[in-house]
C-alpha cells in the first residue's frame, strides 16, 4: 500500500481513537478508505460524523466492523451520496454483494449483471435495491422485534408497554464497566431515604428566564468577563505554585519581548488549517473592535492539550510581533471543594440518559426494562438525563401521534412514576433536545402541568445544567454531550488516556460547557452561559452523559461518569457508602456500568 494510503489509514485510526476506540483490524481501516475514495465530497472527517450518527441511530457499538461499514454504506452512503465510477473496481463477490451504479454508458452482459442482483440492461440502467448480509447485534433485533409489535400511540407508554422482552439472556446485566469496591447485592437494605434538592452554592436558571434576548455587545461582555476572571485565578494559581523568579504579566498578547513573559486568554483552534491555535486577548484596546489576537507556536512545549473557547495562561516569547513561542502552558484552575457529605447509611442511585429508545420506535422498551430493575431493587434515587423525547427522532419529525409533545412527554413521565415505588426519588434533568423544550442551553427545568403528575412527591424535574445535593452529597449534570465536542474542538500531542483528558478540560475550566463557539447542533444563550454554567464549588459526582466509550474515573478528588445511552441498554448505578469517620474519597462510591 502506497505512503498516502497509510498516512490516511493512520489519521483513521486516530480519529476511532478519539471516540475511544483503538482500531487494529487493517481491514476496517481499508473499508474506511475505500468508501472515501468511492463517494464524491466525502473525507474522513465526514466519514466519522456519518459513522457517529449511523451508531447512535441504529443501536450499533462505535467500534466499527466491516459487516457494520458494509450497512451504514447500504443505508447512508447509497442513498445520500454519488457513487465515484470505477470501472476496474475489483472484489471478492463471494464475500460482499454491490449494488448497480446509475446511468452506465456501456451495456453489460445479462451473466454479469446477474452476478450483481440487476434485472435490467442498457445504459439507462436503474439501481437494485440488494440487502446486504451484516452483522446486527442482539440488541438491535430485539428492538427490531419490538417496533413491528409497538407502533406509537399515546396509549403505548401507559398500557402496552410492557412486551416480553427478547433481548439475548446472555447480555442481560452485563457489566461493561466497574470501580470501586464490589457491591453483592444491589436490593436496598433497611429503612433509609434521602432527601434531593438543588444544591444552594450553585446558581440554578429559573423557569421564567429570558433567553435569546441578548446583543452582540451584551455577548461579547459576557465572554470577556468570563476570560478575565477565569484568566486572573489561572495566574495567580500559577504564580502561587511556580518555584522560580517571578516573570512579568503582560495583558496585550501581541506584546513584542525576546525574553520571557506571561499573559492569558482565550484559545481558538483550526483543525482545517494544519491544526493552527490561536490565542486571544481578555483586554480590548481602545478604538479597536476585538481584542487582539495572535498564533501560537507550542515546538517547545513536550505536551499540550487546547480546545475553542479553552482559557489558558502562557509563558512565552514573542521576538517579532506575530507569534508567540509558548515556552511552558498552564490551563488547571478547579473549583473549591465542597464540604464533607455527612452520609448515615448506604445509598444506592441509579443513572440513565437519554434518547431512551432506538430510532426505529417509540416503545421506550429500554426504558421500561430499567424501570422494572428499579421496581424491583428500590434505589434511593433514579436520574434520568433527557432527552426523553428526542427531538430528532424520526416519528416525532412526522408527527406520527395525535398528541401534543407536552402530552406525550407527560405519558412518559406517568408511567415512569406508577412503575417507580414511592421510596426512590426520581429526578428527571431536561435537555435542550427534548421535543416539548425550548432548544436554547442553559435550559430551565420543564413545568408540569398534569395534575396526576403534580401528586407525586418523589418527583423532581431539574434545569441543565444542575448539582443536586443528595443528603450533602453535590452531583452536577448535564445533558449536553460536552466530551465529545470538546474532543471535536481538541488539538494535542498528549497520549494516554484521552477520554480523561477531556473530562478533566470541564472540571479544570470549572464549567459545564466550555466550549466557544459551542457547536453547531447547540444554541447557547452567552449571558445565561455565564450565570449558570460555571462551578462555585466542584461537585463530589459529576455526570457527563456522552456518544462516546462508557467511563469513570477519578479526577481531582471528583467521580466523573460517563454512563453512555440507555437506547442502548446501557445505565449505571451508584452505591454511595455511609461517612461516619469526617473523612471523604471518590473511594467511597462504588460504580458498576451495566446492560440492562
Keep these: 500500500m502506497g505512503s498516502e494510503d497509510s498516512s490516511t489509514k493512520g489519521s483513521f485510526r486516530k480519529l476511532f481513537k478519539d471516540l475511544g476506540y483503538n482500531v487494529e483490524n487493517n481491514a476496517v481501516l481499508d473499508k474506511c478508505v475505500e468508501l472515501c475514495e468511492s463517494y464524491v465530497d466525502l473525507d474522513m472527517e465526514l466519514l466519522m460524523e456519518l459513522w457517529v450518527n449511523f451508531c447512535v441511530d441504529s443501536n450499533l457499538d462505535i467500534n466499527p466492523t466491516i459487516g457494520n461499514l458494509n450497512e451504514m454504506e447500504q443505508k447512508v452512503l447509497m442513498v445520500n451520496y454519488t457513487a465515484v465510477e470505477k470501472t476496474k473496481r475489483e472484489r471478492d463477490t463471494m464475500e460482499k454483494q454491490y449494488k448497480c451504479e446509475d446511468a452506465f454508458s456501456v451495456t453489460i452482459p445479462d451473466d454479469v449483471l446477474s452476478i450483481y442482483g440487476c434485472a435490467e440492461t442498457g445504459p439507462s440502467l436503474k439501481r437494485s435495491k440488494i440487502s446486504l448480509e451484516v452483522e446486527i447485534n442482539t440488541d438491535a433485533q430485539a428492538s427490531e422485534a419490538r417496533a413491528v409489535e409497538n407502533a406509537f400511540s399515546s396509549t403505548i407508554h401507559v398500557e402496552n408497554s410492557s412486551v416480553p422482552s427478547q ?253 417507580t415505588r414511592n421510596r426512590t426519588q426520581v429526578v428527571v434533568v431536561v435537555s435542550n433536545r427534548d421535543a416539548q423544550n425550548e432548544p436554547v442551553y442553559p435550559t430551565h427545568a420543564y413545568t408540569i402541568k398534569d395534575r396526576k403528575l403534580l401528586n407525586y412527591s418523589n418527583l423532581k424535574v431539574m434545569p441543565d445544567p444542575c448539582i443536586l445535593d443528595v443528603e450533602s452529597l453535590k452531583i452536577g449534570i448535564t445533558s449536553v454531550d460536552v466530551v465529545k465536542h470538546i474532543g471535536r474542538e481538541e488539538i494535542s500531542n498528549v497520549s494516554g488516556d484521552r477520554l480523561r483528558r477531556l473530562a478533566n478540560h470541564v472540571l479544570s475550566q470549572g464549567s459545564f460547557y466550555p466550549v466557544y463557539p459551542p457547536d453547531e447542533d447547540l444554541n447557547v444563550d452567552r449571558e445565561l452561559w455565564e450565570q449558570h454554567t460555571f462551578f462555585n464549588q466542584q461537585p463530589h459526582l459529576l455526570i457527563l452523559p456522552s456518544d462516546m466509550r462508557c467511563f469513570c474515573k477519578t479526577i481531582n478528588e471528583c467521580m466523573v461518569l460517563n454512563p453512555e445511552r440507555m437506547h442502548k441498554n446501557t445505565y449505571a448505578r451508584l452505591s454511595v457508602k455511609s461517612n461516619v469517620s469526617n473523612v471523604w474519597s471518590p473511594n467511597n462510591i462504588s460504580c458498576e456500568i451495566v446492560k440492562v
Design 167 to 419: 433481548l439475548n439472556t446472555t447480555n442481560k446485566e452485563k457489566i461493561l464497566f466497574s470501580f470501586g469496591e464490589i457491591v453483592t447485592s444491589w436490593k436496598r437494605t433497611g429503612d433509609y431515604d434521602v432527601e434531593v434538592t438543588k444544591a444552594s452554592e450553585q446558581t440554578h436558571i429559573s423557569s421564567d428566564a429570558r433567553y435569546m434576548y441578548e446583543k452582540l455587545s451584551t455577548e461579547g461582555q459576557s465572554l470577556t468577563f468570563v476570560c478575565q476572571t477565569l484568566g486572573s485565578k489561572l495566574f495567580d494559581t500559577w504564580r502561587k505554585i511556580t518555584t522560580t523568579s517571578e516573570l512579568r504579566y503582560v495583558k496585550n498578547v501581541r506584546s513584542v519581548s525576546q525574553t520571557n513573559f506571561r499573559t492569558f486568554g482565550r484559545i481558538s483552534t483550526n483543525k482545517g488549517v494544519a491544526n493552527t491555535v490561536i490565542l486571544e486577548g481578555s483586554t480590548r484596546q481602545k478604538g479597536a473592535w476585538s481584542a487582539p489576537s495572535i498564533a501560537l507556536d507550542f515546538r517547545d512545549v513536550e505536551q499540550y492539550s487546547v480546545f475553542s473557547g479553552q482559557i489558558v495562561a502562557v509563558e512565552a516569547i514573542n521576538p517579532v510581533g506575530d507569534v508567540l513561542y509558548v515556552k511552558e502552558l498552564f490551563t488547571t484552575s478547579y473549583a473549591p471543594y465542597p464540604s464533607i457529605p455527612m452520609i448515615k447509611s448506604r445509598i444506592n442511585i441509579f443513572v440513565a440518559a437519554g434518547p431512551f429508545t432506538a430510532f426505529n420506535n417509540m416503545n421506550y422498551q429500554p426504558l421500561w426494562d430499567l424501570m422494572e430493575k428499579v421496581a424491583s431493587d428500590e434505589p434511593q434515587l433514579l436520574i434520568l438525563i433527557g432527552p426523553l423525547l428526542e427531538y430528532t427522532h424520526p416519528d416525532i419529525q412526522n408527527n406520527t401521534s395525535n398528541d401534543t409533545y407536552r402530552e406525550q412527554y407527560e405519558t412518559i413521565l406517568t408511567k415512569i412514576m406508577k412503575m
